[in-house]
C-alpha cells in the first residue's frame, strides 16, 4: 500500500468521511457509501463494484456531467465494498481522483501551497489579467468560486487576509493551489473590471437593486450549464461573485 493511503488508513479509526464518502471499517476491509446515506440499510442501496465507482463520480443526479469532482453533487443511493486498503485508495481514487495524495502532502508543515499571488504571477497568454485584480477583488473570485455549496475541499492558499477553509465547513480533501475553474472566474472577474471602468459608475440604488436580483436568482441557480460558463446569468459562482463584490468596483450585468 502506498504511504499516502497508509497514513490516511492509521488516522481514520472506526470511519471516515471523505469527501461526500463514508467509509467504515467492516472486517478486514471496508464499506462506502454516500456520507447521506450513513444509515440507509444495506440492501435498499445499489451494491457497487470498485471500478464502477469512477462512472458512477461522473455524472450527477439528473445526468449532469461533474467536471469537479470535489462538487458537493456526488450522487447518494450506492454502497461498495473493499476488501482491504487498497481497494479502498481505488475507491477513494475513483470517486476523488488524486486526492489521498494531497490529503498526504497537506500533512507537510507548511503544506505545499500556491497562493493566488503566486499562481496568478505564473499565467500566460490570455490568464495574464489575473494578477491585476486587487486583494479584496480576487478574495471576493475566491469566496464565490470555493463555496461549499460549489466545492468541498478545504483550501490552504489563500490572498491578501482571506482566512483559510475549515475541515468541518469542508472537507478532508484539501485544495493546495487555485483550480482552472477559479481561474477562469478570476479572469472573467478582472475583464468586467475594465468594462466596469469605461461606463459611468453605477449609483448607490442601482448597485443595490443588482445586487438584490443576483441574491433572488441565486435561490435558483443553473446547475445544468458548464460550471465554468460565466456568461450563463444564473451560474451560481457568478451570482455570488455579485453578491461578494458588491461595494467593489465590478458590476457584471446579471443578465
Ligand atoms: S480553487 Fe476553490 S473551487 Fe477550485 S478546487 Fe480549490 S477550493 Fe475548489
Redesign the pocket.
Known amino acids: 500500500m502506498n504511504p499516502d493511503l497508509s497514513a490516511l488508513i492509521a488516522g481514520m479509526g472506526e470511519e471516515m468521511v471523505f469527501g461526500q464518502a463514508l467509509a467504515r471499517r467492516a472486517g478486514r476491509g471496508f464499506e462506502l457509501r454516500h456520507v447521506a446515506d450513513r444509515d440507509a440499510a444495506a440492501q435498499s442501496l445499489q451494491s457497487l463494484a470498485v471500478e464502477e465507482l469512477r462512472g458512477w463520480a461522473q455524472f450527477a443526479q439528473g445526468g449532469a456531467f461533474r467536471p469537479?469532482k470535489?462538487a458537493p453533487n456526488l450522487r447518494r443511493g450506492w454502497r461498495a465494498t473493499a476488501v482491504d486498503g487498497t481497494a479502498l485508495g481505488l475507491c477513494l481514487h475513483h470517486l476523488y481522483p488524486g486526492a489521498v495524495a494531497d490529503w498526504h502532502a497537506a500533512q507537510a508543515q507548511p503544506p505545499p501551497v500556491t497562493s493566488y499571488r503566486e499562481f496568478a504571477k505564473r499565467q500566460t497568454g490570455m490568464y495574464r489579467i489575473t494578477a491585476k485584480l486587487n486583494d479584496a477583488a480576487a478574495g471576493a473570485v475566491?469566496r464565490a468560486?470555493?463555496h461549499p455549496d460549489?466545492?468541498?475541499?478545504?483550501?490552504l492558499w489563500t490572498v491578501g487576509q482571506l482566512k483559510l477553509?475549515g475541515v468541518a465547513e469542508?472537507s478532508l480533501i484539501p485544495?493546495l493551489?487555485?483550480?482552472?475553474?477559479?481561474v477562469e472566474l478570476a479572469r472573467k472577474a478582472a475583464r468586467w473590471e475594465q468594462e466596469a471602468a469605461a461606463r459611468p459608475a453605477p449609483t448607490p440604488a442601482e448597485r443595490e437593486l443588482h445586487r438584490q436580483e443576483a441574491a433572488e436568482r441565486l435561490q435558483h441557480p443553473d446547475t445544468d450549464s458548464p460550471e465554468s460558463d460565466f456568461d450563463a446569468p444564473n451560474n451560481p459562482r457568478r451570482l455570488r461573485f455579485i453578491l461578494e463584490n458588491s461595494g467593489g468596483p465590478v458590476t457584471p450585468g446579471v443578465s
Open positions: 469537479l470535489s475566491v468560486c470555493c460549489s466545492c468541498l475541499k478545504r483550501r477553509d469542508k485544495c493551489e487555485p483550480c482552472a475553474i477559479l
